[in-house]
Nanobody, 123 residues
Framework: VQLQASGGGLVQAGDSLRLSCAASGRTLSTYTIGWFRQAPGKEREFVAAARRSDTSYAGSVRGRFTISRDNAKNTVYLQMNSLKPEDTAAYYC???????????????????WGQGTQVTVSS
């Protein structure tokens, strides 16, 4: 499956953004979709994931970010509210199959990656 991430931009603290991850080649509904982010000089970190029947979030974004699917559009979204400067990073979506709940935070479990979309939050 090929993934295309979009929706990043420059916003102020407290603003919202919605990232999109559009798929082609395969239907996304059968995959676990994860969002990860990487800030300059830091390792890639887990943000959120959606399996077929549940969602998971990093503690730093829980309550502010929401991951959702639109199967008709073969797209997964990451709604980001109350953005903070520490959310500044390149955001990546990824797809994987057969992930158990405890493995959704591991980027090595995902086999397809989209290109990053930059999110910059100014204070």
């Amino acid at each position: 499956v090929q993934l295309q991430a979009s929706g990043g931009g420059l916003v102020q603290a407290g603003d919202s953004l919605r990232l999109s991850c559009a798929a082609s080649g395969r239907t996304l509904s059968t995959y676990t979709i994860g969002w990860f982010r990487q800030a300059p000089g830091k390792e890639r970190e887990f943000v959120a994931a959606a399996r077929r029947s549940d969602t998971s979030y990093a503690g730093s974004v829980r309550g502010r970010f929401t991951i959702s699917r639109d199967n008709a559009k073969n797209t997964v979204y990451l709604q980001m509210n109350s953005l903070k400067p520490e959310d500044t990073a390149a955001y990546y979506c990824a797809a994987g199959s057969g992930l158990i709940l405890s493995s959704v935070t591991d980027p090595e479990r995902y086999t397809s990656w989209g290109q990053g979309t930059q999110v910059t939050v100014s204070s």
